[in-house]
């Protein structure tokens, strides 16, 4: 990422960049060629079942291929119960719903318009990845199909053959996950965190023995570096773990990705480490790989502590920061109190099916009210000026929204070249110079793999290039997968085509042009609402209710989690914006992404200690230490308060975390654990007391980190 950014704003010829950012983005890595072969795989045989028994609406299977096939085999194969649950759900609806309102046009309308809103408001709050893109699909291909004029029973019959289409895509894929599950067993967080925490290692132990970094270690560091840790979000996020899992393996992974981009930038300095820095980088590298096999071997990572009395002056550069990026990581499981609790069970998945904060989170509204502006645009469009072959743009806009969250310039750049490339190119370059003389389904399967496996590795990269896969993908597949037959009229490519780039157009015009806002200006936005989020976390009232407060928690937990994710996405995009206040922006961009893995580290050691103020079996505080600890979250939460302030409106004056209410609340413990004729348990205390002073050290060191860089920033 760092490599990246300097890529970007170095000046040169323009073919000369892209040339080496296509080179760093497809370069192959571990199992990237096997996440291709389980996508290829299964979208073609979704088409070659689809082809074979003349089943319409090909397409829809296929991208679900694309879009599911990324996930882990075990969340696929959880959820499919769900996506087929769906299907049927949105067939229902469909048929049912368009009974009602088939016979008059106003309502009719107005059903099409609240179709398309309530699409887009369930991608963003149901919580299963593939069952939120196969009610968004039937929506996209279901509504558009009552608008024609013919015989309601020719319309029925094409709603159950979407719903077909989706149940043999659904099928395939899950069936290929399995099979690819018992042969490739694995897990999809835990290896690829090891494999960086590995690269990590390799590079530090080359510096312990005062040798230069060999350039194999050094290549693998910053390849790693450039792929970041969006598919391990990405994963986390769509997968079926717990979601206290979740939480606490999406701040390992913020924290091994901050370790990498650090390690990245080391290797392009020049220095000579002298014994001292060597014996640091040795204990850096134990530190490494002791977490590295604890999380292997699925133990809590021991507390790690750095002693040194050496120089400042005379240290290694970035040794500082990498030391405590690494005794950061074990802080991660602060919320878990045994080993089971910090590892993924059957018993343990997310009961909830919708988002806790659906109704509360007006980020969802929001998102649904921009998605039904743009599809609803697109169908008065096509409707006007009666050119139904268009009516592909619906589906674009909203097939685009699984991916459009967060959107930036890079996306607009990425949904036109991939509908020029996927539909014009070789969509319509198929037609003409192809399709022609192939007379079987064995030449269109070699087409349509060569067309997939090119769409799946651009898929693979990072997000600064995937979505470009996505839109070749989906255009090609919109002209040659919607019915049974190899599409060979020139019109129809043409509609489908033109039908792509009017969502896309619209999609901009919504996003980007009537409502939205500069990606850094949103990046810092979403960071500001992090830390009041977290500051609401720690004052929020314990209400004599315990399971109605443990509830309520859960949905702001929930939510903070959230925009962790959206802060992190916001930054990528950052990288390609351009304008006066880029400078600015990719300053910010790198302040907030060093912040950023430590309030998350802080986030999780709050959640345990929100275990001892709701007084659970196991927590309980004397009363007096339960009033000292109240006042120290109300001072925490008004530190955070005022950085949120300071990074808002440039306030330069923010008091210390440390203060009276820290030290009355260990002025409280040490009484309660004072001899008297009947002692109260000590280690429940004492543990209490290392967990708030561990709170109250990153609290502090985080707080003087921002308070010097917006003081430096303002000045």
Not at 179 to 185: K, L, N, Y
Not at 585 to 611: E, G, T, Y
Request: with cysteine.
């Amino acid at each position: 990422m760092a490599s990246l950014a300097q890529n970007v704003q170095q000046s040169g010829p323009p073919l000369s960049w892209l040339w080496e950012f296509l080179k760093q983005e497809l370069a192959p890595y571990p199992r990237r060629a096997g996440t291709v072969t389980r996508m290829v795989i299964s979208a073609t045989l979704v088409m070659i079942l689809c082809m074979t028994f003349r089943v319409p609406y090909a397409f829809q299977g296929a991208i679900y291929a694309l879009l599911i096939s990324r996930e882990t085999p075990r969340a696929t194969l959880q959820s499919a119960g769900t996506i087929f649950l769906v299907s049927g759900l949105g067939a229902v609806y469909l048929l049912v719903a368009a009974w009602f309102v088939i016979g008059v046009p106003l309502y009719h309308f107005l059903w099409n318009i609240g179709s398309f809103f309530l699409g887009f408001y369930a991608l963003s709050v149901i919580t299963n990845y593939g069952a939120a893109s196969t009610f968004i699909i039937m929506i996209a291909v279901g509504v558009p199909v009552w608008d024609r004029q013919v015989p309601a029973e020719t319309n029925v019959e094409d709603i159950l053959w979407l719903l077909l289409a989706s149940a043999i895509g659904v099928i395939v894929t899950a069936g290929v996950e399995l099979a690819f599950a018992h042969m490739t067993p694995g897990d999809d967080i835990v290896l690829p965190i090891t494999e960086r925490l590995t690269a990590v290692q390799s590079l530090l132990a080359c510096y312990a023995e005062g040798r230069p970094a060999e350039p194999s270690t050094e290549e693998t560091v910053v390849r790693l570096g450039i792929r970041g840790t969006s598919t391990l979000r990405r994963i986390l996020r769509r997968s079926g773990y717990s979601a206290r899992y979740g939480a606490q393996m999406g701040a390992v992974v913020a924290l091994v990705g901050r370790l990498v981009d650090t390690a990245a930038t080391l290797t392009q300095l020049s220095f000579e480490p002298s014994p001292q820095n060597q014996a640091a980088f040795r204990n850096l590298a134990a530190a490494v790989a002791s977490i590295r096999s604890d999380l292997l071997n699925r133990r809590i990572p021991g507390l790690i502590q750095f002693h040194t009395d050496q120089d400042p002056s005379g240290r290694a550069p970035l040794l500082y920061e990498m030391e405590n990026t690494v005794a950061l990581i074990p802080q991660a499981f602060a919320d878990a109190r045994s080993t089971e609790e910090c590892l993924p069970s059957s018993h343990d998945m997310p009961h909830s099916f919708i988002a806790p904060d659906a109704f509360v989170n007006p980020e969802h509204f929001k998102f649904a009210l921009k998605g039904g502006l743009a599809a609803s645009g697109c169908y008065i469009i096509y409707n006007s000026i009666a050119w139904p072959g268009i009516s592909t743009a619906v589906t674009t806009c909203l097939l685009t929204g699984l991916s459009t969250i967060g959107a930036s310039r890079q996306k607009q750049i990425l949904r036109l070249a991939g509908a020029l490339v996927g539909g014009f190119v070789i969509g319509m370059g198929s037609q003409i110079f192809i399709l022609p003389y192939l007379d079987s389904i064995g030449g269109f399967t070699l087409l349509f793999v060569l067309v997939t496996a090119l769409a799946s590795w651009f898929m693979t990269s990072s997000p600064r290039l995937s979505y470009f896969g996505l839109q070749v993908a989906l255009a090609f597949y919109l002209i040659n997968l919607q019915e049974f037959a190899m599409q060979t009229s020139l019109s129809v490519a043409r509609d489908r085509v033109v039908g792509v780039l009017l969502g896309l157009f619209m999609m901009w015009l919504v996003f980007d042009q009537l409502w939205g806002a500069r990606t850094g200006f949103e990046m810092r936005k979403a960071f500001i609402s992090t830390l009041r989020l977290l500051a609401q976390l720690a004052r929020s009232p314990v209400s004599r209710e315990i399971p109605f407060t443990i509830e309520r928690g859960y949905v702001l937990r929930e939510t903070i989690n959230a925009q962790f994710d959206k802060v992190r996405s916001l930054a990528d995009g950052v990288l390609f914006e351009f304008g006066p206040s880029r400078p600015q922006d990719l300053a910010l961009r790198d302040h907030i992404r060093r912040w950023q893995p430590q309030l998350r580290a802080l986030f999780l050691m709050r959640l345990a200690s929100l275990k001892y103020r709701l007084q659970l079996p196991g927590f309980e505080l004397p009363q007096a230490v339960r009033l000292a600890q109240q006042a120290y979250d109300d001072r925490f939460a008004g530190v955070l308060e005022d950085l949120a302030v300071r990074i808002e409106r440039g306030v330069r004056q923010i008091g210390p975390v440390r203060g009276s209410s820290f030290e009355d609340l260990e002025q409280a413990v040490r009484a309660c654990c004072a001899p008297e004729p009947e002692p109260l348990p000590q280690a429940p205390l004492h543990s209490f007391l290392a967990l708030v002073r561990e709170i109250d050290r990153l609290a502090s060191s985080l707080a003087e980190e921002i308070a010097a860089e917006e003081s430096e920033r303002s000045s």
